[in-house]
C-alpha cells in the first residue's frame, strides 16, 4: 500500500465520496480506549493532527449542525455504542466498505462505476487506509461482522442489518484505528 499524503488523500476523498452525505474525519488517538477518541472525532472536539481535510456534509451544507446538538447527526447514545457495536473487519473488507459507503445502501456492486471500474474505486480506498501506516485495525457497524471479519459486500443485502447510530433509516461506517489516530468514515441514508 501507498503512504498517503495530503494530495492524495484530498483527491481519494474527492473520488469516492464528493457529492455523498457521508462524515469523514481524523483525530488523535489520546486514550488508551480507542472508542472515547472515536467518539470525539464524531462529535467534531478534536482537529485532524494533520490538518488533512475531511468531509463533513452536514457542517457545510446543513444548518442543523450548527443549531442542534454536537455530534450530529449522530445519536447522543452513540458513546455508549461504540465498543458494543463496532466489530473488527480485515483490511481488504475495510477497502471495500469504503468504496460501498457510497450507496444508501452499501452494496458495493450497486455503486455507480463499480462494475466498469472496480480496481479504481478500490485503489482511492487504499489510499485512504494508507494513512494509518501498517500496524491498524478495522472496525464496523454492519451486524455480519459479528460473525466474520470478512462480511460479503456484493450480496443484494448486506446480512441481517446494522447497528444505527443515527436517527436516519440507515446508517453505515468504518472506524480505523492506529497507534497514533482514529478515523470515522460514516455514511447516511436519511430516506
Not at 457545510?60 to 461504540?82: I, M, V, Y
Request: hydrophobic share 40%; net charge negative; proline share 5%.
Amino acid at each position: 500500500m501507498l503512504a498517503a499524503t495530503r494530495e492524495t488523500w484530498a483527491a481519494a476523498l474527492s473520488t469516492l465520496f464528493e457529492d455523498e452525505y457521508v462524515f469523514v474525519s481524523v483525530g488523535p488517538r489520546n486514550n488508551v480506549a480507542w472508542d472515547a477518541d472515536t467518539w470525539a472525532v464524531m462529535r467534531r472536539d478534536v482537529p485532524d493532527p494533520r490538518g488533512w481535510a475531511g468531509q463533513d456534509w452536514d457542517k457545510e451544507h446543513d444548518q442543523r449542525t450548527k443549531a442542534s446538538r454536537r455530534g450530529f447527526p449522530f445519536s447522543p447514545d452513540s458513546a455508549e455504542k461504540l465498543s458494543r457495536n463496532l466489530h473488527e473487519i480485515d483490511v481488504d473488507t475495510a477497502a471495500q466498505l469504503l468504496v460501498a459507503l457510497m450507496d444508501d445502501w452499501c452494496q458495493i456492486t450497486e455503486v455507480p462505476g463499480f462494475q466498469e471500474n472496480p480496481e479504481g474505486l478500490l485503489e482511492a480506498a487504499r489510499i485512504l487506509l494508507s494513512r494509518f501506516a501498517t500496524d491498524f485495525k478495522c472496525f464496523t457497524n454492519l451486524a455480519e461482522a459479528r460473525v466474520t471479519k470478512t462480511p460479503n459486500l456484493a450480496a443484494r443485502d448486506v446480512g441481517p442489518g446494522w447497528s444505527s447510530f443515527t436517527e436516519y433509516t440507515a446508517d453505515y461506517g468504518l472506524v480505523v484505528v492506529s497507534d497514533s489516530e482514529v478515523g470515522v468514515f460514516w455514511s447516511f441514508n436519511p430516506v
